[in-house]
Structure formats: structure tokens, C-alpha cells
């Protein structure tokens, strides 16, 4: 059975870093179909970033120039470096394939930044 399993989650104060990680299983992504999704707190789910099938990020605007998706196909892992965090980026961040995500979520991380 394909899963998800992300981390790298947790507090930290605006202005900081973090790396997310996604780590699924089986076939779960095609070589390059990969994105990342936020859901904060009486909000929809929204797409943060997606990899498309040349290798290259498209971001959604809020997080342009301060994320970056990434990913090692040997370890059939993808990432979200996050930098300058900004107390609207809290949510709980996912990844599922893109730009069309499946209909499996996994827990998903929670990223919390204070002012």
C-alpha cells in the first residue's frame, strides 16, 4: 500500500527556517509530480509549491523567493526548505502528487510561527 510520511514540522519564530520531508513509498510519485499543500486553521487546502516534469518549482505567490521544493529520487524523498517564516505561513503542510493530488493525504507536519 502507497503512503506519505512527512516531518520536519514544528515552532519557530518569523524570520526562521525549516525543512520539511516527505518520504513515500512504492510508486507513489512519478519521477518529477510532486507538491506540497498547506491547510491553516478555518482555511481550504492550498497548494505551497509543485515540481513539475522538468525538475522546476512553480510556487504560489505568498511563498515565492522564500521556499524551495526539492527532491531525491534515489530516496524517494521530496523537501520543502522554508526560510524567512512569516507568522501567516502556520499551517499544517502536506505533500500529495501535482498538480492534481490524490485523494490519500497522509498526517501531514504542523508548522507554527510566532511573532
Known amino acids: 500500500q502507497m503512503h506519505v510520511v512527512e516531518s520536519g514540522g514544528g515552532l519557530v519564530q518569523a524570520g526562521g527556517s525549516l525543512r520539511l520531508s516527505c518520504a513515500a513509498s512504492g510508486s507513489f510519485f512519478s519521477p518529477y509530480t510532486m507538491g506540497w499543500y498547506r491547510q491553516a486553521p478555518g482555511k481550504q487546502r492550498e497548494l505551497v509549491a509543485g515540481m513539475n516534469g522538468g525538475g522546476r518549482g512553480n510556487y504560489a505567490d505568498s511563498v515565492k523567493g522564500r521556499f524551495t521544493i526539492s527532491r531525491d529520487n534515489a530516496k524517494n524523498t521530496g523537501y520543502l526548505q522554508m526560510n524567512n517564516l512569516k507568522p501567516e505561513d502556520t499551517a499544517l503542510y502536506y505533500c500529495?502528487?501535482?498538480?492534481?493530488?490524490?485523494?490519500?493525504w497522509g498526517q501531514g507536519t504542523q508548522v507554527t510561527v510566532s511573532s
Open positions: 500529495n502528487t501535482y498538480p492534481n493530488p490524490t485523494t490519500y
